[in-house]
């Protein structure tokens, strides 16, 4: 568990959450806890069940205590959204600067994207490390025109999928919250250290390759200089390995466990994210209703051919 000590990472409770505490969490952000005003929440996740799966509930309380939600997402998880009461928007269309002419993957379209720099030979883990801030720079433009028609008074956003979210929302000066569906940021770090292991990498050399990597480098200079934000950071991935950096954007980071069951965080990114004033909030699982949708398998078509 995270130590206590870390006032900034310890939560405020280790009970379970209910789904409609959970959906007033995220109102109060906006000091809209009961009101009757209706307000618009905006959800942006990607094409992963596991991440998307435990937001569903939350959606569903705040469409139950009168709310408007409106989910950024894929075509494939149109009825676990909708059955929420949600609506969806489908982020192949929403973001046409990422997706025009190239394949919509899991991870955006990070393979096309690995071909068009010449990386189709490395690991996923390097391959992310040195493109993401490149698809973040495509996304922005389509997220923010999606968030200025959608006027949402809070975003709700998986971190590790759709970090996206986070940055529209700071450039728009909307509160946002993040929902990490693992145990915790001591989990993330293994999960990070696991996948360099898997690649036969090492931590430093997927670090020092993406700090080598002059479009990552210049597609961090050109967002931050379009936003007018340090919304991106050049070293974000060696303060230390394995932060979340995009979480210093968000008012809470809710964490899909109980404080008991989160993987221990070595102190050195305990103190990074309390540098950052990061707040983790351990929630415990969120279980939607009884017979509810739920999110399968990530099934998409290619030229009509179906894959999974």
Known sequence: ALPRSSCSLAPCSTRRCSTSEMARTGASMCSI?????????????????GHLNPSLPLARALKELGHEVHYLCR?????????????????????PELFEGREPDLMGALTCLAA????????????????????TELRLPGVLRWMRRMRPS???????M????????????????????VAGPGAVQSLFAEL???????????????????????AIGRVNSAYGLELLRERDLTRPFGKIDVLR????????????????APRDLVDA???????????????DADGAVRAGCHRYSVDGEQRD
């Open 116 to 135: 068009e720099h010449d990386l189709a030979g490395e690991s996923i883990i390097q391959q992310s490390s040195k493109l993401m801030p490149l698809q």
């Open 75 to 95: 075509e494939q998880f149109r009825s676990a959204i909708e059955d929420t009461g949600a609506h969806l928007h489908v982020d192949i269309e929403i973001e």
């Open 249 to 264: 954007h968000s008012a809470v980071t809710l964490v899909t466990t109980i404080e008991e069951l989160q993987d221990a």
């Open 162 to 181: 759709s970090p996206e979210g986070a940055y529209a929302a700071r450039a728009l000066s909307i509160p946002s919250v993040a929902l990490l569906t």
């Open 154 to 160: 809070a975003v709700v956003y998986c971190p590790l």
């Open 33 to 49: 806890a009961g009101d009757a005003q209706q307000h618009i929440f905006a959800f942006v996740f990607g094409m992963a069940s």
């Open 196 to 218: 360099c292991a898997a690649a036969s990498v090492s931590t430093d050399e997927v670090c020092d390759g993406a700090l080598g990597f002059r479009p990552r480098t210049e």
């Open 273 to 287: 994210y309390s540098a950052d004033g990061v707040d983790f909030e351990a929630v415990g699982p969120l279980v």
